[in-house]
């Protein structure tokens, strides 16, 4: 049975890694669970409680990473709050399409909102392009969250 377990773990953490870029799969949450189900295969003998709520917390952080990071991007940039908000519509509508919707969902979304606002396609295209660059820095935050993650699951595991 436990070696049943691990198999799943590990096929749930490496299905997590990959749904932190794949908008299909919860990355994150496969990732927690995997963890969890690894501490739960080892009765919690390595990796506690304390551990896998920091992990926790950690996961839950991913998922406000995305938006933050496309919002303050846009505004480094000087976007108008309409371009903001329109990048983080393009964001949670760019879900919809899969990744290619995500990666350019957010471009969309500052572009509109910033067209509501000014008319200079110079700085409209300025404000999509700083959307679209604070989302490509979330997305390796989060993956960097994803893997600190499994880093201090692994560090409790193994010290």
């Known amino acids: 049975m436990s070696v049943v377990l691990w198999i799943l773990a590990v096929v749930l953490v490496v299905a997590g890694v990959v749904g932190i870029v794949l908008p299909a799969l919860p990355g994150t949450i496969l990732i927690f669970a995997g963890l969890l ?8 003998t390595r990796v506690g409680p304390l551990m896998l709520t920091m ?12 938006f933050v990071a496309t919002a303050l991007g846009a505004k480094h940039l000087g976007a108008s709050k309409r371009a903001m908000a329109g990048a983080a519509l393009g964001t949670i509508f760019g879900l919809f399409f899969g990744l290619p919707g995500i990666v350019i969902g957010p471009f969309i ?6 067209l509501t606002h000014h008319r200079d396609w110079k700085r409209v295209g300025k404000a999509g392009v700083s959307a679209w660059i604070g989302f490509a820095i979330g997305t390796a935050v989060k993956v960097a969250l994803a893997f600190l993650m499994i880093g201090l699951f692994a ?3 193994l010290i």
Do not use: K
């Not at 979304?109 to 910033?114: D, H, L, M, S, T």
């Open 109 to 114: 979304g500052a572009v509109a909102g910033e």
């Open 55 to 66: 992990i926790g917390v950690i996961g839950v952080a991913t998922y406000g990473v995305d």
């Open 37 to 44: 189900l690894a501490a739960w295969a080892d009765h919690f």
């Open 155 to 157: 560090a409790a595991f």
